[in-house]
């Protein structure tokens, strides 16, 4: 069993940036990728980033967030991240952390959710124009 937690939402105004964390507890050898997704009220939740839980690190982003949006990990303190920069209004959303086995992507880049079985409650971010 994996236990996840995100951390490090809030509130800010355009422009500006947060550093999301994501811990994870326990261990699951089939663990293959990190996940962030996220879901604004009234919306699909949308898979906008991954990184891989190997020594490659391999990172993946969605078009959308692409060039503002990076995935990172510390694996000495076992902690996943998410740097947001440039933040619009519409990226005003609750943020999740996912751990997962595989990795499928749509033609633009955004992670489906099927691959991911450990998922923690969620980090808000708010961003005022």
């Known amino acids: 069993q994996v236990q996840v937690v995100e951390s490090g939402g809030g509130s800010v105004q355009a422009g500006g940036s947060l550093r999301l964390s994501c811990v994870a507890s326990?261990?699951?050898?089939?663990?293959?990728?990190m996940g962030w997704f996220r879901q604004a009220p009234g919306k699909e939740r949308e898979g906008i980033a991954a990184?891989?839980?190997?020594?490659?690190?391999?990172?993946y982003h969605a078009d959308s967030v692409k060039g503002r949006f990076f995935a990172s990990k510390d694996n000495a303190k076992n902690t996943w991240y998410l740097r947001l920069n440039y933040l619009k209004p519409e990226d005003s959303a609750m943020y999740y952390c996912?751990?997962?086995?595989?990795?499928?992507?749509?033609?633009?880049?955004?992670?489906?959710?099927?691959?991911?079985?450990?998922w923690g409650q969620g980090t808000q971010v708010t961003v005022s124009s």
């Open positions: 990184i891989s839980t190997d020594g490659t690190s391999t990172t």
């Open positions: 326990g261990t699951n050898s089939n663990i293959k990728y």
């Open positions: 996912a751990a997962g086995r595989f990795l499928v992507r749509s033609r633009t880049g955004v992670i489906e959710e099927r691959g991911f079985d450990y």
